[in-house]
Nanobody, 112 residues
Framework: QVHLVQSGGGLVQPGGSLSLSCAAS????????MTWHRQAPGKDRELVAR????????TYKDSVKGRFTISRDDAKNMVYLQMNSLKSEDTAVYYC?????WGQGTQITVSS
C-alpha cells in the first residue's frame, strides 16, 4: 500500500523560506518520478516541481525557477521541496505525488 506522508510548511512572511518533506513507502521509491503540486483557493492543482529517479533531472514551473529546489534521498525514501524567496502568490496547499497517489496536503501561507 502506497503512503505519502508530508511534513513541514506553515506561515512565512514574503521573502522568507520554508521546506516540505514527504516520506514515501509501499512502492519502489528509487525508480519513481516524484513531484510536488500545489492548489491555491479557486484554482486548479498545478505541477510545481518534478524529480527523476536518482535525481538526475529536475524540472520546475516557470514561476518558481531559481527559488524552489526539489531533492530526494533514496536511502530514506524521502523527497523534499525547499522554497526560498517566497511570494504571496505561492500561498497554496502543497501535495507530494507519485502516479495516482497523493500526500495529505500541507498549507503554505505567505503573508505579512
Amino acid at each position: 500500500q502506497v503512503h505519502l506522508v508530508q511534513s513541514g510548511g506553515g506561515l512565512v512572511q514574503p521573502g522568507g523560506s520554508l521546506s516540505l518533506s514527504c516520506a514515501a513507502s509501499g512502492f519502489p521509491f528509487s525508480s519513481a518520478f516524484m513531484t510536488w503540486h500545489r492548489q491555491a483557493p479557486g484554482k486548479d492543482r498545478e505541477l510545481v516541481a518534478r524529480i527523476s529517479p536518482r535525481g538526475t533531472t529536475t524540472t520546475y514551473k516557470d514561476s518558481v525557477k531559481g527559488r524552489f529546489t526539489i531533492s530526494r534521498d533514496d536511502a530514506k525514501n524521502m523527497v523534499y521541496l525547499q522554497m526560498n524567496s517566497l511570494k504571496s502568490e505561492d500561498t497554496a496547499v502543497y501535495y507530494c505525488n507519485v502516479g495516482i497517489y497523493w500526500g495529505q496536503g500541507t498549507q503554505i501561507t505567505v503573508s505579512s
